[in-house]
């Protein structure tokens, strides 16, 4: 089996947002380590619309550039190591603001579809243009942020045109359409990869896309009540690395208590205990890919201990691959 150790590069964007060196410095440089320790390589989705706003600000404020400066040092150690950067887009930096102290975050405007049919192929095609100035490689893969990719059809004539293959955002059965979120992968193929034209969820034959859906698990709310009570009950192992908050997601952790939730295979937190299931899961379906998603902002010491012990486990037996070794191939 073909494993994708994925990770979605980014701050918090709730209130605070958190510090880049707690976030994504830190964390991802102790991913880095396990990286060398086995020779297994990561695709970083890079949240390019905070590139963007690094680039205009850096000199204007002391701080940004002291940002800008530690992101730009190590997405040039990720490329050099042989990591994958591919685009993430979250679209709300487009009305964000730094006020010299820290980012001033703005939601409203949180999924493409928020935009007209002309920003939408600006922010792409500039994100893009953008995210390979500073990997000096080619974009040809995509996740969309908070999963929000819906209605396709909007995004596909600049998918199109910067020559995006690849899409990696749908979670099989996911769903949440409450706050600034929507997307709905109920009625998605049963497969772990398919191709697809104008709608992200309909399998085609010769669809110019290939959709390699992020695994899914239907957790407990068994599970969730263990997380959260590890978290107050030995935090240094099981509190985030990231200092910040995420944004308001209404309803969704009494859900997560009461009822249980379907969502992404994850090597976040307490999430990474599940990884071994996951993989038999897909064993038994006959998949040839298992696509797994992770943030560097939460990453636990525990979370990373257990991922360490996963690949040791898995390395001899599945091909870890980004998805830049399937352009390769």
């Not at 979605?8 to 380590?33: A, H, M, Q, S, W």
């Not at 396990?34 to 204007?60: A, R």
Request: hydrophobic share 35%; aromatic share 14%.
């Amino acid at each position: 089996m073909q494993l994708f150790l994925t990770y979605d590069y980014e701050l918090f964007f709730g209130e605070p947002t958190g510090t880049v060196e707690k976030c994504i410095i830190e964390p991802t440089n102790l991913l880095r380590e396990i990286s060398k320790k086995h020779q297994v390589f990561y695709t970083f989705f890079v949240d390019v619309g905070y590139l963007k706003q690094l680039q205009l600000l850096k000199d204007q404020y002391p701080k940004v550039a002291e940002e800008y400066q530690l992101v730009k040092t190590q997405i040039d150690q990720l490329v050099a190591e042989g990591h994958d950067c591919q685009l993430h887009i979250h679209p709300h930096w487009e009305d964000c603001s730094h006020d010299g102290e820290k980012w001033n975050m703005i939601t409203d405007r949180y999924k493409l579809d928020d935009f007209s049919d002309e920003d939408i192929e600006r922010i792409v095609l500039e994100y893009a243009q953008i995210l390979t100035q500073w990997t000096g490689k080619a974009v040809h893969t995509y996740r969309a942020g908070g999963w929000c990719l819906q209605p396709f059809e909007r995004v596909q004539k600049a998918f199109s045109k910067i020559g995006i293959k690849y899409d990696t955002t749908v979670f099989p059965g996911g769903k949440f359409t409450a706050g600034n979120y929507y997307y709905d992968f109920t009625n998605c193929p049963n497969k772990s990869k398919w191709q697809f034209n104008s709608d992200l969820c309909k399998a085609e034959e010769n669809g110019e896309f290939w959709e390699y859906p992020i695994s899914n698990y239907n957790y407990s709310p068994l599970f969730f009540w263990r997380l959260f009570i590890l978290g107050r009950l030995k935090p240094k192992q099981h509190k985030p690395i990231g200092d910040g908050y995420p944004m308001a997601s209404p309803g969704l952790r009494k859900k997560m208590l009461t009822k249980g939730m379907n969502l992404s295979a994850a090597v976040d937190g307490y999430f990474v205990t599940k990884l071994g299931a996951v993989v038999r899961k897909n064993q038994r379906k006959g998949f040839e890919e298992t696509v797994i998603l992770g943030h560097p902002k939460a990453c636990t010491h525990f979370a990373l201990r257990k991922l360490d012990q996963f690949i040791a486990k898995h390395k001899n037996n599945h091909q870890f691959l980004t998805f830049s070794d399937l352009v390769k191939e």
